[in-house]
């Protein structure tokens, strides 16, 4: 189930959780002060064909 729900992804592939940690690290730790009201989508393209 898991292979078939990453094959809809447009990455073709389900994110890792290192990813995501990583990227919110560098939301706590390096990103520029002045990165506000963003959303980022760690969803590997799918916002892009559902919107």
Not at 8 to 15: E, H
């Amino acid at each position: 189930m898991r292979e078939a729900s990453a094959q809809m992804i447009p990455l073709k592939r389900i994110n890792e959780a290192h990813e995501v940690a990583s990227s919110i690290h560098w939301l706590l730790t390096g990103a520029p002060d002045n990165f506000t009201g963003q959303i980022m989508h760690l969803d590997g393209g799918m916002s892009q064909i559902l919107a």
